[in-house]
Antibody, heavy 117, light 110 residues
Framework: QVQLVQSGADVKKPGASVKVSCKAS????????MHWVRQAPGQGLEWMGR????????VLTQKFQGRVTMTMDASITTVYMELNSLTSDDTAVYYC??????????WGQGTLVTVSS | QSALTQPPSASGSPGQSATISCTGT?????????VSWYQQHPGKAPKLMIY???KRPSGVPDRFSGSKSGNTASLTVSGLQAEDEADYYC??????????FGGGTKLTVL
C-alpha cells in the first residue's frame, strides 16, 4: 500500500532554515508527482508547490518563490522541502501528498515545524 | 491566488443531510472540473473524499457526493453519522500547475 513517511517535528529559530523529508513506498516513485501543503495552527490548508518525480522540475506558488526549494532523491524514493528565512508565520504542519487526477490522494503524516526564539 | 470561500460551520442531526459550499471564480472552480474535497479529523492528515467534482475514491461511502454549478461546488453528506464530524476542505485546480484550497468548514453532527 502507498505510504508517505515524513521526518519528525522540528524547532527552529527565526531566520533559520528547515528541511523536511518525505519517503514514499508502495508504488513506483515516478508515477506520481509530489506536492507540499502546509497548515498553520487552527488554520486551513495552503498549497505550496510540487516537484515532478520524473524530471525533478518544481513549480512553487508565488508566495514561496525564492524561499522554498524542493528536491528529490529517486534512488531512495524520498523528496525534500526546504524553507528558508523562517519567521513565526511559518509555524505549521507541513504535509507531502501525491497527486492523482488533480486531487491529493495520499498524504504523509505531517511534520510540525515550530519557529520560536 | 485567493482561497476558495467556504462557510466556517455546518451542522445536521444524525441521519439527516448536510451540504457545504465552496465558491471560487471562473479561473478555478468554474474553469475546471477538478474540484476535490477532503475530510480532516483533529490531529490527522486530510483524507480525499471526492475528486473531479463528483467521483469517490475506493472506500469512501456513497453517503458523500459532490456537485458543481458555475463557480460554486458543493459537498453533500447524507445519512449523517457521528464519525462524519470533522473539518472539510475543498480544493480546485487553478491552471498553470497551481492549486487553491478553501478555508475549511467545521461539520458538527448534532
Amino acid at each position: 500500500q502507498v505510504q508517505l513517511v515524513q521526518s519528525g517535528a522540528d524547532v527552529k529559530k527565526p531566520g533559520a532554515s528547515v528541511k523536511v523529508s518525505c519517503k514514499a513506498s508502495g508504488y513506483t516513485f515516478t508515477t506520481y508527482n509530489m506536492h507540499w501543503v502546509r497548515q498553520a495552527p487552527g488554520q486551513g490548508l495552503e498549497w505550496m508547490g510540487r516537484i515532478d518525480s520524473n524530471s525533478g522540475g518544481t513549480v512553487l506558488t508565488q508566495k514561496f518563490q525564492g524561499r522554498v526549494t524542493m528536491t528529490m532523491d529517486a534512488s531512495i524514493t524520498t523528496v525534500y522541502m526546504e524553507l528558508n528565512s523562517l519567521t513565526s508565520d511559518d509555524t505549521a504542519v507541513y504535509y507531502c501528498a501525491t497527486n492523482y487526477h488533480y486531487a491529493f490522494e495520499y498524504w504523509g503524516q505531517g511534520t510540525l515545524v515550530t519557529v520560536s526564539s | 491566488q485567493s482561497a476558495l470561500t467556504q462557510p466556517p460551520s455546518a451542522s445536521g442531526s444524525p441521519g439527516q443531510s448536510a451540504t457545504i459550499s465552496c465558491t471560487g471564480t471562473s479561473s478555478d472552480v468554474g474553469g475546471y472540473n477538478y474540484v476535490s474535497w477532503y475530510q480532516q479529523h483533529p490531529g490527522k492528515a486530510p483524507k480525499l473524499m471526492i475528486y473531479e467534482v463528483t467521483k469517490r475514491p475506493s472506500g469512501v461511502p456513497d453517503r458523500f457526493s459532490g456537485s458543481k454549478s458555475g463557480n460554486t461546488a458543493s459537498l453533500t453528506v447524507s445519512g449523517l453519522q457521528a464519525e462524519d464530524e470533522a473539518d472539510y476542505y475543498c480544493s480546485s485546480y487553478a491552471g498553470n500547475i497551481n492549486w487553491v484550497f478553501g478555508g475549511g468548514t467545521k461539520l458538527t453532527v448534532l
